[in-house]
């Protein structure tokens, strides 16, 4: 659903509107934050003209190289970063800052957005420019990454829990890889905010008192890289184990037709011996052949039974 919010002071409190209109009649300076969720067109280019600003199309936000995800020029800071929704799909973002108002541009609502604007409106002194927002965003956006990750954490516990010679399935494995998946698109995700924090820091734009917020989000975003690996490499145990059970199950599958075959070999012999069409053979005359060559077959598969236990091969 299209929507402008813009976020400005009033008697010491931080209050919202949804009018452009209002943003053109009252103190430019009064605001500190405009966030667009899935605007037109027109909206867009209405207030580049009156900011002075550009807003990139989606195609131009979601681009790798770095020297499109993160632009300074005289007067602007230009941050693309890409945040995961709780389904795993990701919405470009792009913050832009000019003047100490910051212009935020996405197409889906983010819960990130959502408890930063919480921690506004509970402790509006705190955040007095555009910066402070955008250091608030990244450092709740972070801390949403985190808890996705403890959540990962404890399906791959759960999953590791269920793995049993039994349930060694396809969809089993299938879990699996959709699991690895996802943690990869974390991986992928927390790794682009190690970028954008780190030229964060460097850049004139952030003033110093912001830097120990920054440094603690580029140390919360390292331990949080750390887990990932080591959920990602939980994953890769799972998946080893998981195919060694199905080596296992193969394995007691031949082992079953193997013996099978090895204990019908010595009567399928005698069976081939007395089915040959020779004139002469002592036992065919003789009334006692038939059972004697039956329990020859019984005794020798019996034989190879005993043979094949006393080895602790059954």
Known sequence: MAEIKLF?????????????????????QNFLWIDLIDVDEEIENELEDFLKIYIQEEEEMIEIEMSSRYIETNDTLVVNSNFLLSNFESD????????NILVTVHSQELISFHETIKKISANPKSYTSGVDVLVAL??????????????????????????????ADEELLSEIKNLQEKTMMLRENIIDK???????????????????????IIKDINSLIEHVKFSFDRLDYLQD???????????????????????????????????????YMPELDKKWGYPFSIIIMVLSAVFILLFFKRKKWL
């Open 92 to 99: 470009p973002v792009s913050f832009i800052l000019k003047n």
């Open 241 to 279: 184990t998981f195919l060694g059970y199905v080596n296992v199950e193969q394995n007691k599958i031949i082992k079953i037709f193997t013996i099978v075959s090895v204990v019908f070999m010595p009567p399928t012999l005698i069976a081939s011996i007395y089915g040959m069409n020779f004139r």
């Open 138 to 167: 990244f450092e709740t956006r972070v801390e949403f990454d985190a808890d996705m990750i403890e959540d990962m954490t404890q399906k791959i516990t759960q999953l590791s829990n269920s793995i049993s010679l039994q349930e």
């Open 8 to 28: 400005y002071h009033k008697d010491g409190v931080i209050r919202v509107s949804r009018s452009l209109d209002f943003l053109k009649s009252t103190p430019i």
């Open 194 to 216: 190690q970028r954008t924090v780190s030229s964060m820091i460097r850049s004139e734009f952030i003033p110093p008192d912001h830097q120990p917020k920054l440094n603690m």
